[in-house]
């Protein structure tokens, strides 16, 4: 079985800042490679300007596409904006490559869920998430998409998005960090997992972000250890195998830093999620069903 990635280097913005984000694709793509589990690497479509204005104000789309606006790093670089639909297109691509393929697909992706309506924020300036399972509703290709948010932060515009569209018939949405938050919570919140994917019973395809930073050692986490994080993923692949749902994954946050700066730590996570996705769905491949 290969994994389909959607990932080309378009999607990368390499300057200086405190988020990894912007310049993280290649580095989890290459660290995949040497994993010695089958990807393959699709090119995804660039998200259009009219696709990313299905989840907000047309005028913002277009002052952040022609720099403008300040984005979600709270600058106006052209190789960000430019980096920007194929990010977006890479959530897109994935969550359609899962529908297709009944299993999953991955977009190693992150800056969406502080994305509202018309403003950005917390590195996040287009809400990918919000975008692609509109694009899945408009083609017809799912009736009700469920979005499964366990990045460390509650997934504010997500929420503000769903309101302001009244999309809460087609779209559920679950954050954790809204509820999660805490060491004292991290046994309840491994044993509600299903309860969470419960809730998406009904959906054709789950958007997963499983989120880096929730770790105990990140800046801006503090609340789940390495084993714990790969419990939580490998949690969420077997649920949404068992209820025959599809799922698209993409990274989320991440911040921590090793000892010469570079972002290992966080890297080694987006590794374990990989793994686990492997470990759950191996068995399968995408053109019969499980063979024992």
């Known amino acids: 079985m290969n994994i389909p990635v959607f990932y080309t280097p378009k999607m990368v913005a390499q300057f200086e800042d405190f988020s990894p984000s912007a310049g993280k694709p290649v580095q989890v793509v ?3 490679k040497k994993l010695n589990i ?7 479509t660039p998200a259009t300007a009219e696709e990313i204005s299905l989840a907000h104000d047309p005028a913002y789309v277009q002052d952040i596409l022609e720099c403008r606006k300040q984005n979600g790093f709270h600058n106006m670089l052209r190789i960000v904006a430019e ?14 490559e899962a529908i297709h393929n009944e299993k999953l697909a991955v977009a190693p992706c992150s ?3 502080h994305a509202s309506y018309k403003h950005n924020a917390g590195f996040c300036t287009f ?3 919000i975008i692609a ?3 899945m509703l408009n083609e017809g290709i799912a009736q009700k998409v469920g979005i499964v948010d366990f990045d460390m932060h509650y997934g504010d515009g997500t929420d503000q998005i769903i309101s302001e569209l009244n999309l809460k018939s087609s779209i559920e949405h679950y954050t954790a960090g809204k509820k999660f938050y805490s060491m004292g919570q991290s046994e309840k919140f491994l044993h509600y997992i299903p309860n969470i994917l419960s809730r998406m019973e009904g959906c054709d395809v789950i958007l997963y972000q499983a989120g880096a930073d929730p770790h105990l050692n990140d800046p801006f986490g503090g609340w789940l250890t390495t ?14 195998k068992r209820l025959g749902i599809p799922i698209a994954w993409n990274l989320a946050g991440g911040y921590q830093k090793d000892d010469d700066g570079g972002i290992r730590p966080v890297l080694e996570i987006h590794d374990n999620t990989m793994k686990e996705c492997y470990e759950v769905f191996r068995l399968n491949t995408f053109d019969q069903k499980e063979t024992a």
Do not use: K
């Open 30 to 32: 290459d660290s995949w």
């Open 38 to 44: 089958p990807i393959e690497i699709l090119e995804p």
């Open 83 to 96: 980096s920007l639909p194929y990010t977006v297109g890479s959530m897109i691509c994935a969550a359609r």
């Open 111 to 113: 800056g969406f869920h």
């Open 127 to 129: 809400n990918g998430l």
């Open 133 to 135: 399972a509109r694009v």
């Open 227 to 240: 084993e714990q994080l790969s419990f939580r993923d490998r949690i969420v692949f077997l649920e949404a």
